[in-house]
């Protein structure tokens, strides 16, 4: 929570910060104590966990994380899922519980793109994109595969599954940053994205690059 509070005072300070994605403990006794306190900030707009880094591949479909996720509509809170492909199928799931809760699927859930490999990651995400309340963040591809080395068309295969899934509607462009550093620049990271829905039609474009994200947030574009 602590870097919560930071980052919510860097918003405080900085324009240019249009939302603050933090944590809370969804299984606490104390979730409602955590949320009244931090929805007070104008900026604070969702939630997210680092599902990925739990040992129960089913942890998010746990009496007490569901609880928690039902907390969050009440105070106009949306959720990121932070994921990997082994998750997919307990995500869609969960999605499927909560239909007017607003998620956004984090890093297009991690794919094996160093091992090229498609399925079965392609088939849960299309189950999971059948909820129309899920989002999805075309970010997190470059440390997937192999450090450095990459090349924009290795991920064409998996954007055109994410477009296929969710349609243009509901993605937005993310960056991973600073993780993504560890792959490469800023500036190349992001012009993956932006160079590969030059296919689309200007509007389309526009919302994937911006719009898409502030409607899904509540934010100014």
């Not at 200007?202 to 994937?208: A, E, K, L, N, R």
Request: charged fraction near 20%; charge should be neutral.
């Amino acid at each position: 929570m602590k870097e919560t509070r930071w980052l919510l005072e860097l918003a405080g300070k900085h324009a240019f910060i249009k939302g603050v994605v933090g944590w809370v403990d969804l299984c606490s006794a104390d979730l409602l104590r955590q949320l009244e306190t931090f929805a007070n900030h104008p900026k604070f707009v969702g939630v997210r966990h680092m599902i990925q880094d739990e040992p129960d591949d089913e942890f998010i479909l746990g009496a007490g994380f569901m609880n928690g996720i039902a907390q969050l509509r009440r105070f106009d809170l949306a959720y990121d899922l932070l994921i990997q492909p082994k998750h997919l199928r307990a995500a869609a799931q969960l999605v499927q519980k909560f239909p007017q809760q607003p998620f956004v699927l984090d890093h297009i859930a991690k794919p094996r793109i160093a091992q090229r490999l498609l399925s079965p990651w392609r088939e849960d995400l299309r189950e999971l994109a059948r909820s129309r309340n899920v989002f999805c963040k075309l970010s997190g591809m470059v440390t997937e595969t192999k450090w450095n080395q990459w090349k924009p068309s290795e991920f064409t295969p998996y954007l055109d599954s994410v477009v296929e899934a969710f349609t243009p509607e509901r993605l937005m462009i993310g960056s991973d940053w600073p993780v993504c550093l560890l792959s490469g620049y800023y500036a190349s990271t992001m012009q993956v994205v932006i160079d590969y829905v030059q296919q689309f039609s200007p509007p389309v474009q526009s919302g994937v690059l911006g719009r898409n994200c502030a409607r899904f947030y509540g934010i100014d574009s």
